[in-house]
């Protein structure tokens, strides 16, 4: 099995990117994506597998996404607070499912990236990765 930290690696490489991207077009994805995957990587999160879905933080058990690989359930979704206001900040919202169950509420709603990454960490604390 391969190690999960290069996986992390590539994403921070690559995260400057997608965040000029962002703020080239004015998205309505925050671009905040280096923020968050250098803080994710600097915790206990590292003994994931990374990948994103569109605007969020996911995590796996393994790199093989299609055969051993179990996605967790507990993400963050990263957006704006109010993507029309002029002083719009980029919120964090800490979800234990994926897909969002809009009937409930985030486990967390945030603009301090190191609580969402904190309490992902809690939340997936029982988790274990694939060996």
Known sequence: MTEPAPAWDVRIRHAPKTDNHCRSINSWVPPVVELLWRTARASTLVRFFPFSSHNSLRLAT???????????????????????APDRRPEYW?????PQDRSREPVLRTYDVTAAVRELERLTADFTPAA
Do not use: N, Q, R
């Not at 393994?62 to 029309?84: H, Q, R, W």
């Open 94 to 98: 800490v979800w234990d499912v994926w």
């Open 62 to 84: 393994s790199s093989d996404f299609f055969a051993t690989a179990e996605t967790l359930g507990p993400c963050i979704v990263y957006c704006y607070d109010d993507y029309k």
